[in-house]
């Protein structure tokens, strides 16, 4: 419960360890809620196909060839289908979690993708600027889209709890 004392003889009363949210529930509580499943993994697919495209045609513009347009892009694609698998088998999640999960994710993926092109670049003699230059684009691109799906679900599900929780948690 919340205590009172004056400040200063201004009459200000301060609310000590006063720590409720919306009625009266707190606010380190934190709800769970249906993890978007179907559209991050859209946004996944959406983003990985675009990566893929992107990656092929910088590393056929800068004279690599189709085999190596090809290369990077499915080192780009590979990436995105390796590490789409954890964010689609979580459930019910808090809200922190999943943002912080995508975004993990998304490093974690830049790493696959650095190891997968490693190898091939090491073992295919792939020219080198092109290949590179094809997965480094296509990669970026996979976090921009990743990126603002991210930021429209996490601000649909903060919308979604605040709903919920004026609603006495019946929308969760």
Do not use: C, N
Not at 132 to 143: E, K, N
Request: charged share 15%; net charge positive.
């Amino acid at each position: 419960m919340a205590t009172g004392r004056i400040l200063g003889g201004f009459g200000f009363a301060e609310l000590e360890s006063a720590d409720f949210g919306v009625h009266g529930r707190m606010l380190t509580e934190r709800p769970t809620m249906r993890m978007p499943r179907r559209e991050l993994a859209g946004s996944m697919g959406v983003g990985g196909l675009l990566g893929g495209l992107v990656a092929a045609g910088v590393a056929v513009m800068l004279g690599g060839g189709s085999l190596t347009g090809m290369s990077a892009a499915l080192v780009v694609m590979l990436g995105v289908v390796l590490t789409a698998w954890p964010l689609l088998l979580l459930g019910r999640v808090a809200l922190t979690t999943f943002a912080s999960s995508v975004l993990l994710i998304g490093a974690l993926r830049l790493l696959v993708v650095l190891g997968i092109g490693l190898v091939l670049d090491l073992t295919q003699g792939y020219p080198r600027v092109a290949f590179w230059m094809g997965v480094v684009g296509g990669t970026t691109v996979v976090l921009f889209v990743e990126t603002a799906a991210l930021l429209v679900l996490v601000k649909r599900m903060e919308r979604t709890a605040g709903d919920a929780a004026l609603d006495g948690g019946s929308r969760a």
